[in-house]
């Protein structure tokens, strides 16, 4: 079995512009369509793996008001090399979602509260929060993967705004462009 890497884009303070601006934004590249708040930034890492050098694309919008209802909004993407992970491998993908879980916790030092399997269209995804600073921020996400990509949209926010209705917005609204 092929060793897989998951790099948790960190959480950073960001200079970002443009507020409460919600509006549908595309990544031709990416093949996706999301509803954000403000323009999105984008940064690019490239990661030498046991698999090859893998290109992660990360788009975020951190939020500049003083006590945003959510702090930042990202969509990030990779493509792993063909044959390595494929979307028709449920298997594959079960053990790819338990080790994406697993680093998305340690990343932040948190704690999985819940984690579900999901779809998008036929493609399977899990969702799952972590709670994390002590339990006083919380990280939502959405993660698919359609045939050799990997998609994960997330939302971080306080405990105090864990059910605002921005957040589940925000992850509902991503789809695949064709």
Known sequence: MHKFIFL????????VTGQN???????????????????????????????????????FYQ???????????????VDYPLGSLSSDSLELVNTFF??????????????LRYADPISLYDFPGQIWRIDYNDGQAILKSKSFVVNNRFYSI??????????????????DSFKLLN
């Not at 093949?31 to 990661?47: A, C, L, R, S, Y």
């Open 21 to 59: 601006d919600w509006k549908h934004w595309n990544s031709v590249e990416g093949n996706f369509t999301i509803f954000v708040p403000g323009d999105m930034q984008e940064k690019i890492q490239t990661v030498e793996t046991d698999l090859g050098t893998l290109e992660y694309h990360q788009f």
């Open 154 to 171: 997330q939302v971080a926010t306080s405990k105090a705004m864990r059910f605002n209705d921005k957040m589940n917005q925000y992850l």
């Open 8 to 15: 948790f884009f960190c959480l950073i303070p960001l200079s």
């Open 63 to 77: 939020s500049t008001e003083e006590n945003p209802e959510n702090y930042i909004y990202m969509v990030n993407y």
């Open 98 to 111: 338990e080790a994406t879980k697993e680093e998305a916790v340690a990343s932040v030092e948190g704690e």
